[in-house]
């Protein structure tokens, strides 16, 4: 049954059937399916890869892939907030944004969604932020962690920017930062000078978990 389920889901998606993806989706966020959030969740974004994949081949155009990142937001608005966590204690701040230039805001919204279930404080500062905010939310929010992503290769270098300008501010030292996205890879983040490369939410949850308890 549960794979029936998340082929339903997926099929429906990459079918670009925007009322059978919420359909499929409500079945699994109202808890009367064998398949999880985390399962459905995951799913989508292994579908949303697909899509990628066929944009970049030239079978589908911008507006099969604005289309796909329409329903996807909307499926993903009724699943993030039911991650659940085994959080039963505060373990501090984050802030998370994309960088300046990029608007993909899915797979930050789930690691936001992983990191809020684990019992953080999450302060998101949404997509396209500039290098400045970002400093200004670290001196604001005074965050353990700050989480970047990037999908777009041409923002990448953004995240050297916003690394530079906390160090010419003095925000650095005491600070973690983890970054993630399509764009980056774990040699990239440690040529910028972040902390870590997270591959996907659950792993870059894993981490700051690992640097709050430290
Ligand atoms: C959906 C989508 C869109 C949607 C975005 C909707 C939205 N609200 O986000 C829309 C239609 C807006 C869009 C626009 C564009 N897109 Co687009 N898009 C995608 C697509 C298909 C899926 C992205 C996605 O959501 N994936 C699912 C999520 C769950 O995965 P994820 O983001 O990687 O996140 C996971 C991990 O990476 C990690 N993670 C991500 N961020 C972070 C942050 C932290 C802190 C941590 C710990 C972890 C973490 O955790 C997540 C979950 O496990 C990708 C294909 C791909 N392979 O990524 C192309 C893709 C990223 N887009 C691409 C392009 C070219 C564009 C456009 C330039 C198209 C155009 N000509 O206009 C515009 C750019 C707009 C802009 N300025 O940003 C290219 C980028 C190529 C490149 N190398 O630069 C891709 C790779 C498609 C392709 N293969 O050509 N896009």
């Not at 936001?112 to 932020?129: E, K, R, W």
Request: hydrophobic residues 45%; negative net charge.
């Amino acid at each position: 049954m549960k794979r029936k389920e998340l082929e339903e889901l997926t099929g429906a998606f990459l079918d670009l059937e925007k009322k059978r993806t919420l359909e499929a989706t409500g079945v699994i966020a109202s808890g009367e399916s064998e398949s999880t959030v985390q399962e459905a969740v995951d799913a989508l974004a292994g579908a949303l890869q697909r899509v990628g994949k066929r944009f970049q081949e030239g079978e589908w155009f911008l507006g099969e892939l604005v289309y796909a990142g329409e329903i996807a937001r909307e499926a993903m608005d009724l699943l993030t907030p039911l991650l659940r966590g085994d959080a039963n204690e505060e373990r501090g701040r984050i802030v998370v944004g994309t960088v300046a230039g990029d608007l993909h805001d899915l797979g930050k919204d789930i690691f936001t969604g992983y990191a809020n279930s684990a019992g953080f404080d999450v302060v998101d500062l949404g997509v396209d932020v500039a290098p400045e905010r970002f400093a200004d939310a670290v001196a604001e929010h005074r965050p353990a962690a700050l989480g970047m992503s990037c999908l777009l290769t041409i923002c990448a270098g953004s995240v050297t920017t916003v690394l530079e300008e906390l160090e010419r501010r003095g925000l650095r030292e005491e600070l973690k930062v983890v970054v993630g996205g399509a764009a980056l890879t774990e040699s990239f983040a440690r040529e910028a000078g972040a902390d870590a490369f997270a591959p996907d939410a659950v792993t870059g949850t894993e981490i700051v978990r690992r640097w709050s308890k430290a």
